[in-house]
């Protein structure tokens, strides 16, 4: 395995495990606090956290293409409508439920977005999306009536 497949491993976990953190912190968060300074709070932290990260890839981007249109309409709808908005969804659901029983909807998020690129994009959907979309909705059945 090479350096770049190791870093991406690693940057998963690290992923995993914050947004696992995330969930429980959110959970704690007095309610007295809305979900939208909540969720300002949690994306100003990342990006504070990940701009040092970023600032080395820049340099791959031509200078040319950061003034395109196209490209700060994709930037503002992944900041605003992706992460802001989902956040948002999310953290409005923590404090509804717990974080182990909101975690559990988590796990629909790739049968979600695949529907939604068949739905939208006219994305083909194999066998093992199927497949996989079973074992979710198993996995997610089971935990539900192992809690009760």
């Not at 659901?93 to 939604?116: C, D, E, K, R, Y």
């Amino acid at each position: 395995m090479n350096m770049s497949g190791k870093l991406g491993g690693i940057s998963l976990l690290v992923a995993a495990l914050t947004w696992a953190l995330m969930s429980v912190l959110v959970k704690r968060v007095p309610s007295e606090y809305s979900q939208i300074v909540v969720t300002t709070y949690s994306i100003l932290v990342a990006l504070i956290v990940l701009t040092p990260f970023v600032l080395g890839r820049l340099s791959a981007i031509p200078v040319s293409q950061l003034g395109h249109p196209a490209i700060w309409g994709g930037v503002l709808y992944l900041g605003i409508v992706s992460t802001a908005g989902g956040f948002l969804l999310w953290n409005r659901g923590l404090q509804m439920l717990n974080a182990s029983s909101g975690g559990i909807f988590f796990f629909f998020q790739p049968v979600v977005g695949t529907l939604l690129g068949w739905l939208i994009l006219g994305e083909n959907i194999g066998i093992t999306f199927w497949i996989g979309s079973i074992l979710i909705l198993s996995g997610v059945v089971f935990v539900i009536y192992e809690k009760k």
